[in-house]
């Protein structure tokens, strides 16, 4: 196996390398970083590299195996982690302006999970500025750029983290989901991206952006390495009360079966409407796949959905301008300029259209919850478009970046209003040879059935397969 | 709302901003205005938000 073939692997196939010694955690860590060094400056999905602490953790689990201790599920498996995520000792920039940055101390409780199953942290991944936008061109950073074509975003704000798992930088990667910010990154990248349910997993140790809809997740290469890491991730944590108390159930074992007697339901309407025309066919494709592999494909009426985005808008530009206030008296100059619209705009809001829109997320989640009485998973595109083109423009950013917020979340911030479990996985790529992602909704934790019907999806396509060759693509 | 009452606001919430920032704030206010004013025609009375305080 070559490097590249190597940086290519799956989770389960790398970890398993590891522990039967076919290869070493360093060996391993060693070839991502060497393919960093190559393409991240191309790509930008790095904000740090920790080369040596990820060395040094390599060779801790290589001599855990060496005294044939079990180096756990993830031994020696290289991962990015978001940088709004802390990792002790590592300065936590969310991609801000240097004022901003501080250094943890320890690691947040999701990092913990992870290092405990052996998992290397090779760095920390580039994001759209404090987690707000979709486009992830970053001031303070520069943009990410999408790997299947340089000259476009990768979507955000995990957009970081989907480009190092799309280019090979690392096995897989964690990102967060306010609107969509996993799985909108995962569509415009090819990747697989999980926004698990609301408070499936802890969000101690994380910048916040608004915290009623904020949701962590994995953003792996497959659907089963998502599983994985979901099963590593997700938990009670003493420090986050919000984390929900019951461990999680086997995540990492879908079915091999196809889906006779699963019901996939999809809501017309608004979740197809305003699709680029090769969406809407990629997606349509996908309905078509699993209705091969035996689900029955059934129409269901969501009247209200319209109705989501607007809540989700009221909500995260109170909570967001809530959260930064003091800084954005002391420092705005030191916000971007389409950060600076975001948060400013969230003053204007009153108290009372902020209750509003919680009342209508209580409406609208007993809706989408009526929905799924007669289906068990929902299926629509993850988002409208395949990525757009960086705009090099910085004049016309912050108006660009906004309605960008607008188009790519439409289809995904639904299900962080109403904190059910969405998946997007590759369905797809356009004729420009960008990738385009479908959208898998489950019941509140009912991850696994999710995970079963994405996985099915991917035993009959090939799309998950493809790997980009920086403009050269294939 | 004009430029001018935001303008106004804007001050009154202790900021001092330029036109340029203003006019890019605009429409950003009005357009959540107008989904506050959508959320008002839904049938919300029997319901109550999802906020809970919690004793730690």
Redesign the interface.
């Known amino acids: 196996m070559n490097t590249q073939d190597l940086c290519f692997s799956s989770i389960s196939d790398l970890a398993s390398r590891v522990a039967a010694r076919e290869l070493t955690a360093l060996e391993v860590v060693r070839s991502f970083l060497s393919r960093i060094d190559q393409i991240n400056p191309a790509v930008n999905a790095y904000m740090v590299v920790t080369a040596e602490q990820a060395e040094e953790d390599a060779r801790r689990v290589d001599r855990e195996i060496a005294k044939g201790r079990a180096p756990g599920v993830l031994g020696g498996v290289p991962l990015g982690i978001k940088d709004l995520i802390d990792v002790g000792g590592v300065p936590t920039a969310a991609g801000a302006h240097r004022r901003f940055h501080y250094t943890p101390e320890r690691d947040a409780p999701v990092i913990s999970r992870l290092r405990r199953a052996g998992a290397v942290i090779l760095g920390k991944t580039n994001l759209h500025e404090f987690a707000y936008g979709v486009t992830n061109i970053n001031p303070h950073t520069g943009p990410v750029r999408n790997p299947w074509d340089p000259s476009r975003i990768p979507g955000g704000s995990s957009g970081g983290s989907a480009a190092a798992v799309a280019a090979g930088l690392c096995a897989g990667a964690l990102g967060s989901d306010t609107g969509g910010s996993i799985r909108i990154p995962s569509s415009l990248c090819g990747t697989v991206g999980l926004k698990p349910t609301y408070d499936r997993i802890s969000r101690a140790g994380v910048v916040a952006l608004a915290w009623t809809l904020d949701h962590l997740g994995p953003i792996t290469r497959t659907t089963r390495d998502a599983a994985l890491l979901l099963r590593v991730m997700a938990g009670a944590d003493p420090g986050d009360p919000a984390s929900v108390k019951a461990e999680p159930p086997p995540f990492d074992e879908p079915s091999e079966d196809g889906l006779s007697g699963i019901r996939i339901g999809v809501p017309r309407g608004f979740f197809w409407e305003r699709t680029h025309s090769e969406v809407y066919a990629a997606a349509t494709g996908a309905l078509r796949v699993l209705a091969d592999r035996g689900a029955t494909i059934l129409d269901v009426d969501l009247p209200h959905a319209e109705d989501a985005g607007k809540a989700v808008a009221i909500i995260l530009s109170v909570e967001a301008t809530a959260y930064h206030e003091r800084r954005l008296r002391g420092s705005l100059g030191a916000y971007g300029d389409d950060l600076q619209v975001r948060l400013l705009r969230g003053f204007f809001i009153p108290g009372t259209d902020y209750v509003l829109a919680q009342r209508a997320r209580a409406l609208l989640t007993h809706e989408f919850l009526s929905a799924f009485h007669g289906v068990d998973v929902l299926v629509t595109p993850t988002t409208t478009v395949p990525a757009r083109p960086i705009e090099e423009d910085p004049g016309a950013g912050a108006a660009v970046s906004l309605t960008m917020s607008t188009e790519l979340t439409r289809f995904t911030n639904p299900f962080n209003l109403t904190g059910m479990p969405a998946l997007s996985v590759p369905c797809g790529f356009a004729r420009d040879g960008l990738p385009i992602g479908l959208q898998i909704v489950g019941k509140p934790f009912d991850e696994a059935l999710v995970l079963r019907v994405g996985h099915a999806y991917e035993q009959a396509t090939e799309w998950h397969r493809k790997r980009p060759n920086f403009g050269h693509r294939s | 709302m004009t430029l001018e009452e ?1 303008e106004h ?2 001050g009154l ?3 001092s ?1 330029s036109r340029e ?1 203003l006019e ?2 605009l429409p ?2 009005q ?3 107008e ?2 004013a ?3 025609e ?3 009375d029997p ?5 809970r305080f ?1 004793i ?1």
């Open positions: 935001l606001l804007a919430l202790g900021f901003l920032r890019q704030l950003e206010v357009r959540l205005r989904h506050a959508r959320l008002r839904l049938p919300l319901e109550a938000p999802p906020l919690a730690p």
